[in-house]
């Protein structure tokens, strides 16, 4: 799918459905993942923190979706898509989407990655010890996605499609 650049990957006719965050120097809280988790949660937010900037994520080829997703479990913020990661690899160190919520003043402000992966019959994917969920986004094919709510505490759980703690107000 990836280089079909006159064709967009995003369905933004279908309704989503819905399916605790590292401060620096903090420690894991004790949710639903293991410490293959926690390895890979570390390695993810020291590779995405440079996204903190949306000029960074620009510059990484995430493309600003321009509308802000929620519904009545909470909200998922803004997603910046780089279409061309939306493949059957699930590398988690390069998510296919990264997700802001706008502050009061309208700055962009990191809240979670997104990762998008086209099923083509591969090994359910795994983000560590969890599993992807299977479907999830406005993808108009079989895939794997996963929110992982790395910089916005997510009562839910890290690994949650919807924060409440997010609005798009």
């Known amino acids: 799918m990836a280089g079909c650049s006159d064709t967009s990957l995003i369905d933004h006719g279908q309704d989503l459905q819905p399916t605790t965050i590292l401060e620096k120097g903090a420690e894991l809280p ?8 926690a390895t890979v949660l570390k390695a993810v937010k020291q590779a995405t923190s ?7 994520a620009t510059k990484a080829g995430y493309v600003n979706l321009e509308e802000c997703i929620s519904s009545e479990s909470g909200g998922m913020g803004y997603h910046w898509l780089n279409e ?7 590398d988690p160190l390069q998510p296919e989407a990264v997700v802001y919520e706008a502050d009061k003043n309208g700055n962009m402000k ?13 090994d359910h994917p795994h983000f560590g010890d969890y599993p992807l969920d299977v479907g ?9 996605s996963l929110h992982v709510w790395l910089y916005k505490d997510n009562p839910n759980g890290i690994f949650t499609p919807f924060n409440p703690n997010v609005s798009c107000n």
């Open 84 to 90: 061309d990661w939306v493949d059957p690899v699930f």
């Open 136 to 144: 999830g986004t406005p993808v108009p094919v079989d895939h794997y």
């Open 50 to 56: 440079r996204f903190n900037s949306t000029t960074q």
């Open 110 to 122: 990191l809240v979670a990655v997104e990762y998008i992966v086209i099923d083509i019959g591969q």
């Open 30 to 37: 004790d949710m639903k993942y293991s410490e293959g988790d």
